[in-house]
């Protein structure tokens, strides 16, 4: 093919694209979906679908969610997610936080089931989607409204009881920033609301490895009773969920 030839099949390509992409623009609620969401679902769905059958190794699936994630307009994805309507519908408890499934509006060309889990989390400020680790799953944390104090920990070791972490991340973020976890990377979350209310959209992906005893585990850790073991490293004894609730489900301030 000579480069005329390539040039003539190339933009013909591209009109066809284009229009394909008019066409499948569609209305939300009254409101213009962006082709580029629809992009972005699909290749959020295909990153995933890579995860799961290991053609993405955990971390670099990280990175790549973490990447599109930031790479969406706020606005759009509030949108596209019927946000308005998921907080509206929230209660907010004293202790911690709620969470909201979210639906990804019927249209053409999105996944009718994604293989994701996806989640909002909404919490008031002080509380706090508290300190655990999780086994056999990975997920990823977009910030929608709000700002966090944000910490995470690689999970080193763990027994029944304790948990040897060592800090990972420690930062302030507000709404567009995202962070993820996995087995190999940043295991151990831990956001801390500093605005009056403060939201996260949520990636989850389960079961990543089916010879697992279960789907997935959690584990809810005490960081600020940690002891310095050298190199870093702190071995942090393991809570129930209401240990863990009373001690950083809420500042004390607040
Ligand atoms: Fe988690």
Redesign the pocket.
Known sequence: MNRRTFNQKFSKGLVSFAFFETFITQDLFGQKIKPITLHWVKELDSMCRDLKTKQLSQVLWQQKVEELLQKISLEDLLKWIDFERLARQMKYPDLGVTTGRVRFPRLAGVPAHTVFTKKVFGMTKGRA?IP?G?NNMS?AHLILKGSFEVKHYDKVQENTREMIIKPSIHQISKAGAATS?SDEKDNV?WYKALSDKAYTFDIIMFNLNPAYSKPYD?SNIDPLAGKNIGKGLLQVPKLTVQQALKKYGKDAHH
């Open positions: 989607i655990h999780h997920s976890i979350h959690v």
